[in-house]
């Protein structure tokens, strides 16, 4: 009895001062550490948990976006060939031709830095310090007229940057077509008469195995 | 913008195959006036041996399949490593995509992981912050589900008009596979959630760090993580080694290549549920988090890529599905909407799960205007893209899932149309 009781102390001991303090129910896995969650935990959210600190100016934003961003979207952000628009757009929303930018539609300039640090400049993800991304978002904010030449964006003034579509969304109202129970599916002479009003192949942009048949 | 006779990617095949039948399509009992060659003739394979076992270590499907492939749009995206592709729905039966065809979206290409390095991270709003191999993954009990994947921008070029003459490039972006894994709820529990958990975040390992806000609800419901599809390890292209599988809803949610969960409190709003995948409506105010697949359908037979070839007994094909549950009815118009009949559901008929549907017809060689529309076991009645224009305008690119009219013409050839 005396010789179990100190088996169990001993294990007792090692796990709860060993590195097995996990309590799971399957004991699988093994405790992050912190380093190891510092070293992916890079999102960053509205409120602006998860922002580094750093600072970076229109003027060298200007310098890195004309160097690493400007291929895609353009010298002032204006997107080129199909690659995103950033800047611009405003007042397009309710058009035939909305343009969705950072300053015209997108609700938080977290999302921004989020989306910027973890998947830009594309093909070379996670290379920008933080001060670059600061910068590049300041530039940004610039050519949105969002903010004036000589804006400095950094973590301690980015929560007073609120972007001017931010009150335009809400929440998912589906299902928004009556169910059957509000209207029975009609299932014999439904209609007296029916006209095609569009036909696809007018337009004419179905792709084609052939090669160089050109589709567009 | 010049008119074809056709507009189909299988021009070629078609064109053979309605030649073969006779110039025109071909005519129900007719008597042979001469013997058949097919069956008269000693076929090569009737005669010398085959290949033997292990020639083709991963079997390939016959090289007589080979117009049986994913296909892109090439004027859709700016780049192919940010870009999508379709499933072949023309081209399949029964209710599982093969893994090599199911439709591929990525953000930065297919990131290629090495399994033994790759790690899933639980952090955030937990009792431990856990680390996980995929050994370690294996050894929690596991789970096997059918389900379809989605994207929400499924039929979005759609939206103001017929367009693309093809179901795969239609309605292409979705795939329905067995998966099997672990319940993330499993997971989750073995991290001990902490009583302010409200959300996670799910993220990739590729290099876009693909990330989205998943309400805590859903996560804890039917979420799962998954390893293999169809029996096998997850495709390259699929997240290889681990996925997320979020039932029902849209496809941009179940994160490829997996790699950490984080728990919170509130959502993150990233770019992919702002700036993406959120709904503007005519009046420029924009719906989001809208995370469901409603219910929806298509006639993948005939279709502009799968030509009538017979007059008289024919079978007309299609696919049904609802994020909401099950299907519990499919309708099949031949007449343009005038007379509707119900189809046949061949089951198995699962929950957020392609349902194969078959109607047997004759045809009398006179145009046809088919549509298929779906109603689910919640009474959710899939509705006509008019009336989706009529309530969301038509710049919200994302769930069209307006029912789809295709124009079979005399000579059996079928184009994508709308109608009165």
Redesign the interface.
Known sequence: MLRFLKVLTVVTMFVLGGHI??????E?????LPK??AA????????G?GLPVGSGSVIDGEEIFLDQCAA?HGDFAEGL???PVLAGGHGT??SEN?V?T?GS????L???Y??IY??MP??N??SLSPDDVYAVLAYILNMNELADDEFVLSNKNFLDIRLPNEA??????????????E?A??????????????????????????PGAG?? | MTERTTDTSRRGFLTGSLAAAGGLVAVAGAKAATPDPAITDVQEWNQYLGAGVDDRPYGVPSPHESNVKRRHVEWLTASRESSVNFTPIHDLDGFITPNGLCFERHHAGIAEVDPGKHRLMINGLVDRELVFTMNDLKRFPRMNRFYFLECAANSGMEWRGAQLNGCQFTHGMIHCVQYSGVSLRTILDEAGLKTSAKWIMPEGADASGMNRSVPIEKALDDCMIAFAMNGEALRPEQGYPLRLVVPGWEGNMWVKWLRRIEVGDEPWHAREETSKYTDLMEDGRARRFTWIMDAKSIITNPSPQAPMLHRGHNVLSGLAWSGRGRIDRVDVTLDGGKNWITADLQGPVLPQCLTRFYLNFEWNGEPLLVQSRAIDETGYLQPTKDELRSVRGTNSIYHNNGIQTWHVRDNGEVENVEIS
Request: aromatic residues 12%; glycine residues 4%.
């Open positions: 303090a996990h309590a799971g129910q399957y699988l896995g093994r405790e992050a190891e969650v992916w935990d890079i999102d960053v959210r509205p409120d948990t895609c060939d199909r690659w929303l309710a909305p969705k950072v539609y997108w609700p938080y977290s999302t921004a989020d989306y973890r998947a594309f093909g993800a996670q335009n969304f809400f929440a998912d109202v589906r299902p928004d077509t009556p169910s059957i129970s209207v599916p009609c299932m014999v002479n439904c209609k007296e008469s029916v006209e095609i009003t569009m036909h696809a192949r007018v337009i004419d942009v179905t792709p084609d195995d052939e589709t567009e």
